[in-house]
Nanobody, 124 residues
Framework: QVQLVESGGGLVPPGGSLRLSCAAS????????MAWYRQAPRKERELVAT???????KYGDSMQGRFTISRDNAKNTIYLQMNNMKFEDTAVYYC??????????????????WGQGTQVAVSS
């Protein structure tokens, strides 16, 4: 089974910084695009940032200039560096990946995978 595990969430004051990690494990041949999403209570899930296999990053409007997404393909891991955090950044942050896995008969299997989420709270 392929799994995505997020870590690094917690409590941070306004203006502070936090770094999230998402590590993929399992019989993985290649991970293409990966992304961070977030969801606050009673709000729609929104895209935070995406990153291609080659490292091209894109960001949601409210994250531009404050957040940085990066990846380490050798570790099948992505990161989200969050700076100058605001109250509205409070949410559960989810990792997402487009995975090409290796099946039982050594075939390739393509699918999308979500992590379990990590809580981020911005509070004074």
């Amino acid at each position: 089974q392929v799994q995505l595990v997020e870590s690094g969430g917690g409590l941070v004051p306004p203006g502070g910084s936090l770094r999230l990690s998402c590590a993929a494990s399992g019989s993985i041949f290649r991970i293409d695009a990966m992304a961070w999403y977030r969801q606050a209570p009673r709000k729609e899930r929104e895209l935070v940032a995406t990153i291609s296999n080659s490292g091209v990053a894109k960001y949601g409007d409210s994250m531009q200039g404050r957040f940085t997404i990066s990846r380490d393909n050798a570790k099948n891991t992505i990161y989200l560096q969050m700076n100058n955090m605001k109250f509205e950044d409070t949410a559960v942050y989810y990792c997402y990946a487009e995975v090409l896995a290796i099946g039982a008969s050594s075939e390739y299997i393509a699918f999308n995978k979500w992590g379990q989420g990590t809580q981020v709270a911005v509070s004074s």
